[in-house]
């Protein structure tokens, strides 16, 4: 009100904060810059499009309405036809079957959820993504139920990490994918598997990560609650895990994007099933708009989820104050408010 | 021919007025709270054992407030460590009310040079833990540590979680959760070192009206010599390699203590004295930088 109007920051200051406004504008364009691109390849005709979709064959006999050639077999085709004055065959620039148009994938987004499975034993886009769903949420929440506390355990106390973290270190190097054989054989042809591959994937980072930002802990907080005269189940439970679990929330968050990743791995083995068996039936179709639908909801799946889990979780942690890290949801909440000046740091006296 | 008269008109840090003079002989017929006995602490490094303190001892009267100081590396850190249990003396020992200190516990109170709040809990529950511990109900915790934050006079910010403090206020919040658990003595590791000049002034004035309130024998760490006048009764001045006691300075200035005594001649001649024990005679030492100019000086600046 009555300040003096801040001078605006420059945009390429060395590690300056930006402000929320432009924060919210940036969120934005990196967004809309790789569809910009996308786009200006698609509908720009003079950008690549190395192909020739033909509209009217004319008199090349083994044109087709509708065939993509190269640009150069379609140029010499009607190079050909005019030096022995016949009809030349007509068509436009396009681009391969592999990289379908945003309105394709848009469109294939739509129809995914409303046309039925060409075969009646095929499963439906969003009965293939439910089952992965489920399979993440197995394969996690039993690798988190043991790799957390075993990973607490070896941060709070030196003799579990001696004990266990050596093993890890070397089990964490083996891929996780060469155990499918095994898997399979040993759990069957079904989820099991699957589960149990996520669950080697994630397991053995999970504990020592964990164990990581356990060991992160500002040691002088143990030390005054010790002073205080907290006994070691005390430390252990209103002290250490209260101390690490905002921590440990980012942690987890990490790690489930990584159980997305093993999940790939995981649908490739015993029946095949899930989002990745959808992708690589439609992938057999050339439905290529399909398979970008596909990977565009795993992707928007991934993301929703990592917003909404980093909104529960200031929810979750009042105490945790914002490090300049802003979430998406707010920041563009701010881009459709209007411009304000945002409040004056207040100190408080001592 | 003997004229003391003329002799000594400037007054040494030996110079007691009376009422000094007898508050320290009352303070000596109080029962000693902690006894140092020949305390000694090595640390093994690659190099061999270091001695870090050697054969130290003192002893604290109840409520009395002993103030440590030191240049950097005399130990004095280890020793408050040792106090609190936190680190172990390899030889000697110390006795709390005839009791020997083994690990930490709650009759030994200490306030940390870091924030050492619990940051996910507000300032009433970091001051209700160490209560909540010691299996105190909820209710009557809570009660009790309302009167503690009351004291040090931040009733107002009882909801508050500590990133919403400034450095002064959350070393206030840690002195009462100290104070919370009604321990025998309170350890004071250079609690105020990260303050500002003005707050740490502040902070000392709440220190001694707290100490006036409170039953509590307080011990405490730093390297400023006047804030170590302005507080202590008695003043523990301590050298380095090894860590050994130099001098128990009785501080002449009397109490109530003000900062304005700090141009008064007892302050002055205890902080000569402290200044002498801990630079030594000789001067400190600056070396003088390469004469390199990029610049003519000014008449001024030569």
């Not at chain 1, 919210?24 to 192909?51: C, D, G, N």
């Amino acid at each position: 009100m009555g300040f003096p109007r801040r001078r605006q920051p420059e945009w390429l200051g060395v590690r300056k904060e930006v402000p929320s406004r432009r924060r919210a504008v940036l969120v934005v364009l990196s967004f809309v810059l790789p569809l910009a691109l996308w786009s200006t390849v698609s509908y720009v005709p003079f950008v690549w499009h190395p192909l020739v979709r033909i509209e009217t064959p004319a008199s090349v006999s083994y044109f087709q309405r509708g065939m993509l050639v190269d640009r150069d077999v379609f140029a010499s085709e009607n190079r050909s036809a005019a030096a022995e004055g016949r009809e030349r065959a007509q068509g436009v620039r396009a681009n391969p079957i592999y990289l379908p148009a945003p309105h394709e994938v848009v469109r294939a987004l739509y129809m995914a959820f409303k046309t039925p499975p060409r075969l009646p034993s095929e499963p439906w886009l969003h009965e293939s993504l439910w089952h992965s769903i489920q399979v993440i949420f197995w394969g996690f929440l039993l690798s988190s139920l043991l790799g957390v506390p075993l990973g607490i355990l070896c941060g709070a106390f030196p003799f579990f990490s001696k004990l266990f973290e050596p093993f890890l270190e070397f089990f964490r190097y083996l891929p996780a994918p060469a155990f499918g054989a095994l898997c399979v054989a040993i759990l069957g042809i079904y989820d099991a598997p699957k589960i149990a591959i996520i669950f080697i994937g994630t397991f053995f980072q999970q504990v020592l990560v964990v164990g990581n930002t356990t060991r992160k802990l500002d040691p002088s907080l143990l030390e005054a609650a010790q002073t205080l005269g907290a006994n070691r189940r005390q430390l252990l439970f209103k002290v250490i895990v209260p101390g690490i679990v905002v921590d440990l929330y980012t942690d987890m968050r990490v790690l489930l994007g990584w159980a997305w990743t093993y999940l790939i791995v995981a649908e490739l083995v015993g029946t095949t099933s899930g989002i990745t068996y959808f992708i690589n039936q439609q992938a057999r179709y050339r439905n290529y708009q399909n398979v970008f639908a596909a990977i565009a909801i795993i992707g928007l799946i991934g993301l929703c989820s990592d917003v909404a889990l980093a909104y529960v979780g200031r929810r979750l942690f009042p105490w945790h104050a914002e490090r300049g890290g802003t979430s998406l949801l707010t920041l563009l909440g701010r881009c459709f408010r209007p411009r304000k000046a945002e409040p004056r740091r207040t100190t408080q006296p001592a | 021919m003997f004229a003391p008269h003329l002799v000594e008109t400037v007054p040494t840090h030996r110079d007691q007025a009376p009422a000094v003079r007898d508050r320290f002989r009352r303070l000596y017929e109080r029962p000693v709270l902690l006894e140092v006995d020949e305390l000694g602490r090595e640390f093994e490094t690659d190099d061999g054992p270091v001695v870090a303190l050697d054969r130290i001892g003192f002893r604290a009267y109840r409520r009395e407030l002993v103030c440590f100081i030191g240049s950097s590396g005399c130990g004095k850190s280890t020793l408050i460590r040792i106090l609190a249990g936190l680190d172990y003396p390899t030889s000697g020992r110390v006795l709390l009310d005839g009791h020997e200190v083994n690990g930490p516990g709650r009759d030994r109170g200490m306030v940390f040079q870091g924030y050492t709040l619990f940051p996910w809990r507000t300032v009433l529950e970091n001051v209700t833990f160490g209560l909540e511990v010691g299996g105190r109900g909820r209710r009557q915790a809570e009660t009790e540590a309302y009167e503690w934050i009351e004291l040090v006079g931040l009733s107002r910010f009882a909801g508050a979680y500590p990133h919403q403090l400034s450095g002064g206020m959350k070393q206030r919040v840690a002195i009462a959760r100290a104070l919370a658990n009604h321990p025998r003595i309170l350890l004071m590791d250079e609690p105020f070192g990260a303050l500002d000049a003005q707050t740490r002034t502040q902070m000392q004035s709440y220190l001694l009206q707290i100490w006036r309130h409170v039953d509590i024998t307080i011990l405490f760490v730093m390297h400023d010599l006047d804030e170590a006048i302005y507080l202590a009764d008695r003043i523990v001045v301590l050298g380095p390699n090894p860590g050994r006691v130099l001098d128990t300075v009785e501080v002449p200035v009397p109490r109530p203590r003000d900062p304005s005594q700090s141009l008064s001649p007892e302050f002055i001649a205890t902080k000569r004295h402290l200044e002498s024990l801990i630079h030594g005679q000789r001067p400190m030492s600056v070396d003088v930088l390469p004469k390199f100019r990029h610049r003519h000086a000014d008449e001024d600046v030569q």
